[in-house]
């Protein structure tokens, strides 16, 4: 299988503040990826600079075989990697139909077939979608985060901590999609903090720590892996 | 597709009832001419029109403001300055060659040699045909010269915050009118002295062949080119560029995670902002009949501001209401607090010359207190919205009465 995304000796700079301190990981194609490590390990920053938000200062990204290193957040959207940013952040006073119509916003071809397939994936929005933005559940506000991101039609959706804040039963609920979407063909690109579940689903696990790379290996490794059970799981 | 029906629905609506305002203003304007005993507030020299014509153009111009403070969400306080382009740009190129040289007496003839007015009556003739081309011309050129100044000062300021952003803006304005009084730019813009002569409202009142008014038009005019206006602001709004910039205002982050190019779309809000508050800025000129850099002060645009605030941020209909409330209180209805009044022989306290301003004041403290969000908030004005309103009051009496009687 071929890496999608591959991230070389990345570095990401705040200021004089060093986030990322030069990290590598791959994102085969089809699979479910998840980084996971404690607050200020550099997990958001990384997205961040995936996306085109930040500009690295140093390193190389590339999708698909493409250099993608420090081009436009659009750019880099328009080629179909999509950030769900982390604290779900859904445009407030727009109703759900127009925050799913930003989610297609690049896009200049019919959008019914993709406005379906989230209504599908969450009859939920279908009800609400003329309802305010800021006046769905947390839950809600996460599927519809997570609808606007699918409405680009992305080949990599990178989730920034969608359990955050949420009720367990719900969290399960965000997992079940995530695991939807990749059968239907995104690669997925999950950041956690809650490690059980977010091991539990993907295919490939990175740890990072203050900034690097510490750990690697499949799911099930990690979750066994008696350093990663100490640090994250509590167990 | 109900939806769609809505909409075809919706802007049949406010079609007729823009047209039905039209026809309210020349019907209200012209009543003195078809019954002689009028009373005083129809008469044409009365307060209602000059409330109704600078109304109208202030509209506008809090309408352009909205469009920027409002739906993109950037706080910019640069609309005096960008008023003031335009009003210079459009006197300048419009005042007909043969007044030049009294107008710029002082510079000895303007630098500008060429009027839109000369320019297209040489091949429309003297006709109206013409008036209206050249008049149409000017606010035009009025809008891009006050866009192309939007565009080349947006490329340093929009990268910003907010209120570095409305400091900055400010500045701009407060420089532009500093620049335009500068005597060494004379020759086109006449110092410190006003540019007069040229096309005003008035100029439109259809006369007979002995120069008497026979249908007055100056008060319908400028409620046509605004009207135009706000609908083309309106339908960039409902786009899917106001959809945009409604994205950028919630969540600047997010918006740029989607893809939206937050500074494409900042520029594209402010440079048409700028192009409507310049064609503002040449409507007022028309409206005060002279250009003079010394009224387009920041207090212009805190006025401008206010109406923006108490109408509603975020609402179009509440930008309009509430202008022509503020012009009416400013103007109008509140002069009276400004004379000094007896009843028999009792003088009434308090009333003098500036009182109205205290008033005003205190007005303006009591709709900011119980209406924190304005007199619309967001919402639009819709024929919908009235039914609701008043089935909402005739259930509210009926009620009460039931209550009265149990």
Redesign the interface.
């Known amino acids: 299988m071929s890496n999608i995304l591959e991230i070389r000796d990345l570095q990401v700079r705040y200021g004089g503040i060093e986030a990322v301190k030069g990290i590598s990981f791959d994102v085969p194609e089809g699979e479910i990826v998840t980084l996971i490590g404690a607050n200020g390990a550099g997990k958001s920053s990384t997205l961040r600079a995936i996306?085109g938000?930040v500009k690295p200062a140093s390193g190389s990204i590339s999708f698909k075989g493409e250099d993608i290193t420090g081009k436009?957040?659009?750019e880099?959207?328009?080629r179909g990697v999509?950030?769900v940013?982390e604290g779900r952040?859904?445009?407030?006073?727009?109703t759900v139909l127009?925050n799913l119509?930003?989610?297609a916003?690049?896009r200049k071809d019919d959008i019914t077939e993709d406005l379906n397939w989230v209504y599908d994936l969450f009859p939920r929005l279908k009800e609400r979608s003329w309802q305010a933005g800021g006046t769905l559940s947390g839950g809600e506000q996460q599927m519809l985060a997570v609808g606007?991101?699918l409405m680009?039609r992305p080949k990599v959706i990178m989730m920034d901590e969608p359990s955050l804040g949420l009720a367990p039963i719900i969290v399960k609920g965000i997992f079940d999609i995530i695991k939807e979407i990749n059968k239907q063909g995104v690669t997925v690109l999950l950041i956690e903090q809650n490690a059980n579940m977010a091991l539990k689903t993907a295919h490939h696990g990175y740890v990072l720590e203050t900034g690097r790379v510490t750990l690697t290996g499949t799911g099930e490794e990690l979750l066994s892996n008696e350093a990663v059970k100490a640090a994250y799981l509590g167990t | 597709m109900i939806q769609k029906q809505k909409n075809i629905k919706g802007t049949v609506g406010a079609m007729i009832g823009i047209l039905f305002v039209f026809a309210i203003v020349v019907f209200l304007e012209n009543l003195s001419a078809m019954f002689t005993n009028v009373p005083a507030i129809l008469q044409p020299t009365s307060q209602l029109f000059t409330v109704l014509k600078k109304g109208a153009v202030y509209s506008l111009v809090a309408v352009s403001m909205n469009l920027l403070n409002g739906f993109t969400g950037l706080f910019s306080l640069g609309q005096a300055g960008f008023m003031l382009l335009g009003a210079y740009t459009y006197a300048i190129f419009t005042v007909p060659m043969a007044a030049k040289d009294q107008v710029y007496y002082l510079y000895g003839g303007s630098a500008v040699k060429f009027s839109l007015v000369d320019l297209f009556q040489s091949f429309m003739g003297t006709g109206a045909a013409s008036l209206i081309c050249a008049v149409l011309a000017g606010l035009i050129l009025a809008g891009i010269v006050a866009a192309l100044f939007a565009a080349l000062i947006g490329l340093p300021v929009l990268r910003l915050k907010s209120d570095y952003l409305a400091i900055a803006t400010l500045g701009f304005a407060e420089i532009l009118r500093a620049i335009f009084q500068w005597q060494t730019l004379g020759p086109v813009t006449n110092g410190a002295n006003m540019i007069k002569s040229f096309p005003t409202f008035s100029d439109f009142n259809i006369k007979n062949a002995d120069g008497v008014v026979t249908l007055r038009l100056s008060t319908l005019v400028p409620f046509v080119v605004v009207a135009i206006c706000i609908t083309l602001i309106v339908l960039l709004i409902n786009s899917?560029y106001g959809?945009?910039f409604?994205?950028i205002?919630?969540?600047e982050?997010?918006?740029?995670?989607?893809?939206?190019?937050l500074f494409k779309h900042k520029m594209m809000s402010f440079i048409t902002s700028s192009f409507f508050a310049g064609v503002g800025g040449a409507l007022f000129a028309m409206y005060v009949s002279n250009a003079q850099a010394k009224v387009f002060t920041s207090a212009m645009t805190y006025e401008i501001l206010l109406i923006v605030v108490i109408g509603g941020i975020?609402s179009i209909s509440g930008s309009v209401i509430g202008t022509f409330l503020y012009v009416a209180c400013s103007e109008w209805w509140l002069r009276f607090l400004d004379a000094e009044t007896y009843i028999g022989a009792f003088k009434v306290p308090l009333l003098r010359s500036g009182f109205r301003m205290v008033v005003f004041s205190v007005v303006i403290m009591i709709i900011v207190l119980f209406f924190s969000r304005g007199i619309m908030g967001?919402k639009e004005l819709s024929f919908k919205g009235i039914g609701g309103l008043l089935s909402k009051c005739k259930k509210k009496k009926t009620t009460e009465g039931e209550e009265g009687t149990a």
């Open positions: 996306s938000l436009d957040a659009n880099i959207v328009s999509i950030l940013p952040r859904i445009f407030p006073d727009l127009e119509k930003i989610g916003y690049l606007r991101a680009s | 899917s959809r945009a409604k994205a205002r919630d969540d982050i997010a918006a740029e995670a989607m893809g939206v190019s975020g967001d």
